[in-house]
């Protein structure tokens, strides 16, 4: 087992367009590095490299940090990769020995990993193929912004049985019913990305305006606790300097406006109350907080709204 303090270590001293400059040819374009993408075959340069440590591309919808760009390019594990980058870096890392249950846990965990990230390239591949979700995207969100963060769409019906997942590990993740009718149904679906950048779950929008429920977020699995997940994660734990304030939200849409504005030191809670959890993660980065609540009457009898109390 690999300590986290050791991956931390791993990612902050990798330069990530060195190790990607290996495969592929990179040019500057403003804070970005850009290329023809490395990880699938392309003539017309849509990969890009960011100051915080991410790369995401507009062609084929790849997106994370070193490890995950080892585990794509080299065809390694999550833990072959982190060794592989450390040996790279010159860091040693220290291991125990796993047992048997905790092997068998962490080879199940990786494919609930795998078939997030297969899952979301297939949204992302839709959502370039649909003009009407695209449209909406843009004129809420920009299209800097939607591309940035590889919006995706999914139509609906029997679609991610028919790419020939296998079905258990979507079941597990709450993406399809008993019947193998998919959980989320016409909506834009905004990944939900660890500090890793690993597709952990999906929060997605209704476009209609008929559905009561505008957000719906996955459900709860092995890889996704919504007590114990920050939406923008992936952004803030990259760009945020030790001691800076955050900025605290409440629910993904109001995070990513504060995103738009790249105000990308904000963070917002998943359909829950705040937890212990949540702040003790938060507690890793700042004691400075800044809540900004919604603007909910106060109820009867109540002092404060339901975003104050």
């Given at each position: 087992?690999?300590?986290?303090?050791?991956?931390?270590?791993?990612?902050?001293?990798?330069?990530?367009?060195?190790?990607?400059?290996?495969?592929?040819?990179?040019?500057?374009?403003?804070?970005?590095?850009?290329?023809?993408?490395?990880?699938?075959?392309?003539?017309?340069?849509?990969?890009?490299?960011?100051?915080?440590?991410?790369?995401?591309?507009?062609?084929?919808?790849?997106?994370?940090?070193?490890?995950?760009?080892?585990?794509?390019?080299?065809?390694?594990?999550?833990?072959?990769?982190?060794?592989?980058?450390?040996?790279?870096?010159?860091?040693?890392?220290?291991?125990?020995?796993?047992?048997?249950?905790?092997r068998t846990r962490r080879l199940e965990t990786e494919e609930l990993y795998i078939v997030n990230d297969a899952v979301y390239r297939n949204y992302f591949?839709?959502?370039?193929?649909?003009?009407?979700?695209?449209?909406?995207?843009?004129?809420?969100?920009?299209?800097?912004?939607?591309?940035?963060?590889?919006?995706?769409?999914?139509?609906?019906?029997?679609?991610?049985?028919?790419?020939?997942?296998?079905?258990?590990?979507?079941?597990?993740?709450?993406?399809?019913?008993?019947?193998?009718?998919?959980?989320?149904?016409?909506?834009?679906?905004?990944?939900?990305?660890?500090?890793?950048?690993?597709?952990?779950?999906?929060?997605?929008?209704?476009?209609?305006?008929?559905?009561?429920?505008?957000?719906?977020?996955?459900?709860?699995?092995?890889?996704?606790?919504?007590?114990?997940?920050?939406?923008?994660?992936?952004?803030?734990?990259?760009?945020?300097?030790?001691?800076?304030?955050?900025?605290?939200?409440?629910?993904?849409?109001?995070c990513m406006r504060l995103q738009q504005l790249k105000v990308y030191n904000s963070f917002a809670d998943l359909g829950t109350a705040w937890t212990d959890?949540?702040?003790?993660?938060?507690?890793?980065?700042?004691?400075?907080?800044?809540?900004?609540?919604?603007?909910?009457?106060?109820?009867?009898?109540?002092?404060?709204?339901?975003?104050?109390?």
């Amino acid at each position: 087992m690999i300590q986290k303090e050791v991956i931390r270590e791993i990612l902050s001293r990798t330069d990530l367009p060195s190790l990607i400059g290996e495969d592929t040819t990179l040019k500057k374009s403003g804070s970005t590095m850009v290329g023809c993408c490395p990880l699938h075959q392309e003539r017309t340069p849509s990969f890009h490299i960011y100051p915080d440590g991410h790369y995401h591309c507009y062609g084929c919808g790849r997106h994370g940090n070193a490890i995950t760009y080892v585990m794509e390019k080299r065809n390694m594990s999550f833990p072959e990769a982190v060794r592989y980058l450390a040996a790279r870096e010159g860091i040693t890392v220290t291991e125990r020995e796993e047992t048997e249950k905790e092997r068998t846990r962490r080879l199940e965990t990786e494919e609930l990993y795998i078939v997030n990230d297969a899952v979301y390239r297939n949204y992302f591949d839709e959502f370039k193929s649909c003009k009407e979700a695209q449209d909406y995207a843009y004129n809420r969100w920009g299209k800097e912004y939607c591309d940035k963060i590889g919006l995706g769409y999914a139509p609906g019906g029997q679609f991610l049985v028919g790419k020939r997942h296998h079905r258990k590990p979507l079941v597990t993740l709450g993406l399809i019913n008993d019947n193998d009718y998919d959980f989320f149904y016409k909506r834009l679906v905004i990944p939900i990305r660890d500090r890793w950048q690993r597709v952990i779950a999906f929060t997605a929008r209704c476009m209609d305006g008929e559905d009561k429920c505008k957000y719906i977020n996955s459900k709860d699995s092995p890889i996704y606790k919504k007590g114990e997940t920050l939406f923008g994660a992936d952004m803030a734990f990259n760009n945020i300097s030790k001691g800076q304030t955050v900025y605290l939200v409440e629910g993904a849409p109001d995070c990513m406006r504060l995103q738009q504005l790249k105000v990308y030191n904000s963070f917002a809670d998943l359909g829950t109350a705040w937890t212990d959890s949540q702040f003790s993660l938060i507690k890793k980065l700042t004691d400075k907080v800044c809540f900004i609540p919604d603007g909910d009457v106060p109820q009867q009898g109540e002092e404060f709204g339901p975003g104050y109390k």
